[in-house]
């Protein structure tokens, strides 16, 4: 099924559940890892809603997995990134940086331990298959790295958990947060997480079988009919009010993990070693000279994300940019991630943003915007 208004053509990949989300009303597509995405299933607004008071069933089968075998793979992965993976235990998830020798952000992926020397990395919108592959040339490392034919869905919002007992029966609840299981769902082969992009209760549906896809979907909203599921795309209002990155928005190659206040993600002091180790040391001790910081922006309601970087000012003089924006209404506020030199990013400060010629004030506040603790996700 296509739209002739979409004009899709065969160098970008369609999702294994492309027929079934124009069904359901995807209204438009975006392209994330050589991939078409569903952006909008009509209002984002009402898509903000339906996350957080019920449910909503997200294609983002746009997350490719890199799948890392072999008898080195633990030891490669650890190379991959700062965060010392020592205590992963198989079965288990969790959310990594992938720097290069400068220190710069990569990717920021989930990472998913199967088995001993079997892994996955859940990604964000860049090229690790082919990084991983150019370092395992070097490497002197017996590992196996190719992209496996895994698709995932993210089920997220508070009702997603007993849409799930009713697909896997009440077992499901004892997953438990960023653990992962196999299942089988009528025949089709999965992996099922507690993750999701979305700082809400969810889970992430990992389709182990591409020809299965539409079947699958088909079978979760027939599924989630009771409990008030609906199709949707996951939320850039709900994603900015949990603080929670995109990359090549809020995070490059030219991001360094202080900058973004990841400390926890990075171990300097672990005895093996990583890509970037010694760049991260010298940043780490030199200081950072930008940090992102919460914005409340004080002007009209947004009508939408912004979709340029918008220059940040302190007595006329750009002292940084913001990088993500929406308004949020839950808060009732205009709601930004940005990034700004570090002598001006001090909560409470007041400065000045320029958004599409138009000029208004912004201040400084923690951030994540809404459940700090993130209680909601793991609880």
């Not at 996951?234 to 973004?260: K, V």
Request: glycine share 8%; hydrophobic share 35%; aromatic share 10%.
């Amino acid at each position: 099924m296509s739209n002739k208004n979409f004009g899709f053509g065969t160098q970008i990949r369609k999702s294994p559940y492309f027929d079934s989300t124009v069904k359901w009303g995807a209204t438009g597509f975006s392209v994330y890892n050589h991939m078409y995405i569903p952006r909008d299933f009509g209002n984002p607004e009402q898509n903000f809603w339906n996350l957080i008071e019920k449910a909503i069933l997200c294609d983002v089968a746009v997350e490719r997995q890199v799948e890392i075998t072999g008898p080195d793979a633990y030891k490669f992965i650890q190379l991959l990134t700062p965060r010392d993976l020592s205590k992963l235990a198989i079965g288990q998830c969790k959310y990594v940086l992938i720097v290069n020798n400068d220190g710069g952000i990569l990717n920021d992926p989930v990472l998913l331990r199967l088995a001993e020397n079997h892994f996955w990395l859940s990604l964000a919108d860049s090229d690790i298959l082919l990084w991983a592959q150019g370092v395992a040339v070097n490497s002197g490392l017996n590992v196996n790295i190719s992209e496996p034919d895994v698709s995932p869905l993210q089920l997220q919002g508070p009702t997603s958990g007993k849409i799930m007992v009713k697909l896997f029966g009440e077992s499901i609840k004892d997953l438990k947060y960023y653990w992962l299981k196999e299942c089988k769902l009528d025949g089709i082969p999965l992996i099922v997480s507690r993750t999701g992009w979305s700082s809400e209760l969810g889970y992430e549906i990992y389709l182990r079988d591409g020809s299965k896809g539409n079947e699958l979907y088909e079978k979760i909203m027939e599924a989630g009919k009771e409990h008030g599921l609906q199709p949707g795309h996951t939320s850039t209002i709900r994603r900015i009010e949990g603080g929670m990155l995109s990359y090549h928005a809020d995070a490059d190659i030219h991001t360094n993990p202080f900058e973004l206040g990841f400390d926890r993600l990075i171990n300097l002091d672990m005895k093996a070693n990583f890509i970037g180790k010694e760049a991260l040391k010298k940043i780490h001790q030199e200081g950072i000279k930008r940090k992102q910081v919460g914005l409340v922006l004080e002007c009209e309601p947004l009508k939408g994300p912004n979709t340029t970087f918008w220059p940040i000012q302190k007595d006329g003089k750009k002292i940084g940019k913001v990088s993500s924006a929406v308004y949020s209404p839950r808060l009732k506020k205009n709601i930004a991630l940005a990034m700004i030199e570090i002598n001006h990013s001090d909560i409470g400060n007041k400065l000045e943003v320029v958004a599409d010629k138009e000029k208004f004030y912004c201040t400084i506040v923690e951030k994540p915007f809404y459940d700090p603790k993130k209680k909601i996700a793991s609880t």
